[in-house]
């Protein structure tokens, strides 16, 4: 990818508005070489499938991607580990991930890993204007080394800095056209977080609607976090693990 | 003899009290879910954002958007919640979950645990392990009580990356239950047919019984 200087979006939205026609047009000037990317997601559930496969397609390289597991065997944003378009990863867990452990172990990628907790706080902290945080998380650990750290109520706490990034992109399962969005059981994860800490965060929904269809009560996400939208009624939804049990006595 | 994989996940279940908000490691602890009586009217947390986890779905239930911390399908229970990362972690660091059953590599006598990695081992990251581990009111480990060739896994002091500091209240092997009292364990129960010499024998620091 070397067109950062790209034509506008071929579709752009009404004025004012925030609805693409498809991601094409939603990532369309976006992608750059270099740039830091937020996914929602995790593992393969909930993640914004359309628009990491836009982004595989266009190909931006040197990315750092911003995500807790950057993708699982073989899908999600592991394409873009496949296709060498990312050089940095700032996560929580890798395991289950063959193409980041392939080039983590070759020196070609660079992997922070994050407490999990920690992860998410930095992403709020860095959407929500705040320089960082003191947790206990990490501290005497090897996640503490390098770090600022106090004693709070006799507590040993790790100072941690936000997270920000160039581009956020999430899915949740209902939008309006502001952006207000709900997101489904347990897809929520990351994904409300992101929205808040990307410079342009661009919102992949399963279906879209008229803007008050949404009671403001059952808002997750509210439509100021979220500058672009795009409507994709189908995902392919790949269960990492299918546990069931038998249909039991009721 | 020594306590099998399933009497370890009993014995780890027995120490669930009534009413508590529980959250289950991967691996054996998540087994800890099959042995909680409904009775007790326990709420499940799964780190992921899930706070009143239900058992694995029939086949006519499962919906890819509802995962458990392991990524495995499950179910939601009438009362459960969901909610984003931030909030789910704010509900372990904060000292809402009152219990969490945690798989091992090592507990010093400190109650440092180690968890996560092992030097020279293809690393797959801390997950949600050093939140659980700093976090959780209480904390309970389920491990083996030694290697296969006879290495202590509970020690004086860890040889393994900690996952965090001084956070252990009972870890539960194959020989016992043990509470880490700093310079020592105490062992509050044996397996049956255990001797306090084999437990000296396969334990790192000084342990005492009765």
Redesign the interface.
Known sequence: MTDSTSAPPTSSPAPGGKVFRDVASALGDLLRDGMRIMSGG?????IPEACIDEIARRGPRNLTIIS?NCG?QGQGLAVLLQKRLVAAVV??????NPDL?EQ??AGSIA?E?N???????R??AGGAGLGGFF?????????AEGKETRLIDGRPHVFETPLRADLAVVRA?VADRFGNAR???????????MAMAGAVTVLEVDRLVDVGAIDPDDV?LPGLFVDRIVHVPVHR???????????GPA | MSWSREQMVQRAAAEVRAGEIVNLGIGMPTEVANEIPPALGVMLH?????LGMG?????D???????N??????T?LPGAS?????L???M??GGHVDLAILGGLEVAATG?LANWTVPGK??????????LA??ARRLIVLQSHASKDGKPKLVAALTL?????ACVDRVITELGAFDPLGDRFHCVERAPGVSEDEIRRLTGAPVTFG
């Open positions: 995790f593992g393969l559930s909930g807790n699982n996560c929580s867990y890798v395991g289950g452990a983590y172990l992997v890993l407490p999990q907790g920690t992860f998410a706080e992403i709020r947790t206990p998380t990490g501290a005497g650990t090897i996640v399962q997101f489904h059981r347990t897809a929520r994860n990351f994904s409300p977080l997750h939804n790949v269960i990492e693990s299918r546990t069931t049990r038998a249909r | 799964s780190e992921n954002g899930l058992p694995f779905p029939t086949d239930e499962v919906d890819p958007l509802l995962i911390a392991g990524k495995q399908t499950v939601a969901t909610f984003d990362s931030a789910s972690f704010a372990i660091r440092d293809l690393i797959t990251g801390m997950g949600g392990a050093m939140d700093a976090g990356p900690p996952t965090a500091m």
